[in-house]
């Protein structure tokens, strides 16, 4: 049974700094897309970082330069370094690994941004 669990988030202040993990359980994820979302009270869901299976990455314009993510096929887990993060980067974090036949999300981990 696949399982894809989120981790790492938390209350931080502005400016400070979070890693997020997703892993993944049940096979192998190397060959997925990866990705990260977030969803903000009151608002949509919007990607903001994806990361393909050979490590190729792109990343929502608001977060270029702060976020940066990464994968360990090994592990089975992709991370999300947040740095300098802002009030309006406080939302529910959720991971996402998928291809053409098949579509995982995680429950989830609260991102919360303020001093």
């Known amino acids: 049974q696949v399982q894809v669990v989120e981790s790492g988030g938390g209350l931080v202040q502005p400016g400070g700094s979070l890693r997020l993990s997703c892993a993944a359980s049940?096979?192998?994820?190397?060959?997925?897309?990866m990705a990260w979302y977030r969803q903000a009270p009151g608002k949509q869901r919007e990607v903001v970082a994806i990361?393909?299976?050979?490590?190729?990455?792109e990343s929502l314009d608001s977060v270029k330069g702060r976020f940066s993510v990464s994968r360990d096929n090994a592990k089975n887990t992709m991370y999300l370094q947040m740095n300098g993060l802002r009030p309006e980067d406080t939302a529910v974090y959720y991971c996402?690994?998928?291809?053409?036949?098949?579509?995982?999300w995680g429950q989830g981990t609260q991102v919360t941004v303020s001093s």
């Open positions: 049940g096979r192998s994820f190397s060959l997925n897309t």
């Open positions: 990361i393909n299976s050979d490590g190729r990455s």
């Open positions: 996402r690994i998928w291809t053409s036949m098949e579509d995982y």
